[in-house]
């Protein structure tokens, strides 16, 4: 999924709706968005969710 799909999927939903992210155990709150430059020719530029370790 690009960005752009994801912007789009979530200009669907309420504003106010919460992130989760399966974390393996369960679901997690997004607690950090990060973003990784391409590492290569031809590598993609990267978008990393990052759970909540709170819950």
């Known amino acids: 999924m690009t960005v752009a799909q994801l912007l789009e999927e979530l200009?669907?939903?309420?504003?106010?709706?919460?992130?989760?992210?399966?974390?393996g155990?369960?679901?997690?709150?997004?607690?950090?968005?990060?973003?990784?430059?391409?590492?290569?020719p031809g590598a993609p530029a990267e978008v990393i969710l990052s759970p909540s370790m709170d819950e």
């Open 25 to 40: 155990g369960g679901l997690s709150r997004v607690a950090a968005v990060e973003f990784v430059a391409g590492q290569g």
């Open 11 to 23: 200009n669907r939903l309420p504003g106010d709706a919460v992130v989760l992210v399966d974390s």
